[in-house]
C-alpha cells in the first residue's frame, strides 16, 4: 500500500489472504460437535457480526482442514446463490463451509463497507444466475476498490471500530437475554 495522499486503486487480495470456507466429510460424526463455530450463510443474519453459529465442529474436524480456521474480525462474504454479496464480520475464532470467502484482514470495517456498498458490482463478477450465482474465489479477490491514503484509511478503520465494538457488546447482551429468557421459560413450563 502506497502512504500517498491520494487514493490509488487495488483489490481485495491487496488488503488480505481470502480464504474459503470448506465441509468436512459429513459421514464423519466425529467431525462435528461443539467445540468450533461452523459459519454457514444464514448464521450472517444478525447484522454486522457473526456472534455464534447453529452448526459446530469438533476439534477433531476442524483440525482435520486446519488451513480453514479464521481468527476474530475476519471479513465474512457469502459467494454463491441468492445471498452471494452478503457480508459479516465473524466475532469468534471460526471455519466456514464452501458457500462462504473470508478475507482475514488488518482493514476488517473498512473491507466491510467496501463490500456493503458494493455488494451489486462484485455479484456482477459471478457466474451463473441471480439464484444459482457463484462468484469464485479469484473473481473475489480481484474486486476493485478505491484505497484511501494510508492516513485516511486508519482513522477511518479506528473511528468505525468505536461504533463497531458497541454494536458487537449490545450483539452479545441481545444473546444473553435470550439465553436467559429461554432458561426461564423451560423452568416455568417445566415447573
Not at 11 to 36: H, N, W
Not at 116 to 138: E, F
Not at 173 to 187: A, D, F, G, P, Y
Request: proline residues 6%.
Amino acid at each position: 500500500m502506497e502512504s500517498s495522499d491520494s487514493s490509488t486503486s487495488a483489490i481485495l487480495s491487496d488488503l488480505g489472504v481470502t480464504i474459503t470456507g470448506k465441509t468436512p466429510p459429513t459421514d464423519m460424526p466425529s467431525y462435528y460437535g461443539d467445540d468450533v463455530a461452523f459459519i454457514k450463510t444464514p448464521d450472517m443474519r444478525s447484522g454486522v457480526f457473526v456472534i455464534d453459529s447453529n452448526s459446530k465442529l469438533s476439534n477433531e474436524g476442524a483440525d482435520n482442514q486446519k488451513s480453514k480456521y479464521l481468527p476474530p474480525n475476519t471479513v465474512l462474504v457469502a459467494c454463491i446463490g441468492a445471498n452471494a454479496g452478503k457480508v459479516a464480520i465473524s466475532a469468534i475464532p471460526a471455519q466456514t463451509n464452501q458457500q462462504i470467502n473470508a478475507l482475514v484482514t488488518k482493514y476488517p470495517c473498512f473491507v466491510y463497507h467496501v463490500i456493503k456498498n458494493g455488494t451489486d458490482d462484485l455479484r456482477s463478477m459471478g457466474d451463473g444466475s441471480s439464484t444459482m450465482l457463484n462468484i469464485n474465489k479469484t473473481s473475489f479477490e480481484s474486486f476493485p476498490l478505491l484505497l484511501p491514503p494510508q492516513k485516511v484509511l486508519l482513522t477511518f478503520e479506528n473511528r468505525v471500530k468505536a461504533v463497531f465494538s458497541l454494536v458487537l457488546k449490545n450483539l452479545r447482551e441481545m444473546q444473553r437475554l435470550e439465553n436467559t429468557q429461554r432458561l426461564l421459560v423451560s423452568r416455568l413450563s417445566s415447573g
